[in-house]
Antibody
Framework: EVQLVQSGAEVKKPGESLRISCKGSGYSFTSYWISWVRQMPGKGLEWMGRIDPSDSYTNYSPSFQGHVTISADKSISTAYLQWSSLKASDTAMYYC???????????WGQGTLVTVSS | EIVLTQSPGTLSLSPGERATLSCRASQSVSSSYLAWYQQKPGQAPRLLIYGASSRATGIPDRFSGSGSGTDFTLTISRLEPEDFAVYYCQQYGSSQNTFGQGTKLEIK
């Protein structure tokens, strides 16, 4: 069974750094891209960017370029989403999901809730 | 970046009725690389339709998708109680994937 298992909920203060993870199993991790999707409280889905774990090539939405970093460690089948300095506006649920070029996103991880509050 | 606009924002219907959800793109979606997702409260989105009209594995045939170019439609032929949720369209035909803002399907 293909699964994406994300790390647990986080509570952070503004200005702190954070890295959340997404571990793939049940498939060849380097054969599919991983995208990250943000969902702010009560709002819709926003595609943030994606990584090709085979070569770590990344592609970001202009809205998120420079604000987050997407990376992957193919040796442990894990992708990451990282912030160097969190803001209150980063409070959201973050989903990772698998896909390839010209393919829809499927499946999705269970989501990681990030809360940023002083 | 392709902007997707979904309408209506909220759709109020009763079980057994037919639901028609619209997704309009700001420019043509390449090769109908358009998907629909369903999201229920507290859950991750679930893929329903891809390639504008192909049902994903395990999706009931009351769900159907149609359209091409800039205009796409998700139709639910006869609403079941479990179909009341939020629906999103997504285009994946460019290097910048984008989602519509969602349509909430609520019980009337």
């Amino acid at each position: 069974e293909v699964q994406l298992v994300q790390s647990g909920a986080e509570v952070k203060k503004p200005g702190e750094s954070l890295r959340i993870s997404c571990k793939g199993s049940g498939y060849s991790f380097t054969s599919y891209w991983i995208s990250w999707v943000r969902q702010m409280p009560g709002k819709g889905l926003e595609w943030m960017g994606r990584i090709d774990p085979s070569d770590s090539y990344t592609n970001y939405s202009p809205s998120f370029q420079g604000h987050v970093t997407i990376s992957a460690d193919k040796s442990i089948s894990t992708a990451y989403l990282q912030w160097s300095s969190l803001k209150a506006s980063d409070t959201a649920m973050y989903y990772c999901a698998r896909h390839n070029e010209w393919e829809p996103i499927d499946p999705w991880g269970q989501g990681t809730l990030v809360t940023v509050s002083s | 970046e392709i902007v997707l606009t979904q309408s209506p924002g909220t759709l109020s219907l009763s079980p057994g009725e037919r639901a028609t959800l619209s997704c309009r793109a700001s420019q043509s979606v390449s090769s109908s690389y358009l998907a629909w997702y369903q999201q229920k409260p507290g859950q991750a989105p679930r893929l329903l339709i891809y390639g504008a009209s192909s049902r994903a594995t395990g999706i009931p045939d009351r769900f159907s998708g149609s359209g091409s170019g800039t205009d796409f439609t998700l139709t639910i032929s006869r609403l079941e109680p479990e179909d009341f949720a939020v629906y999103y369209c997504q285009q994946y035909g460019s290097s910048q994937n984008t989602f519509g803002q969602g349509t909430k399907l609520e019980i009337k």
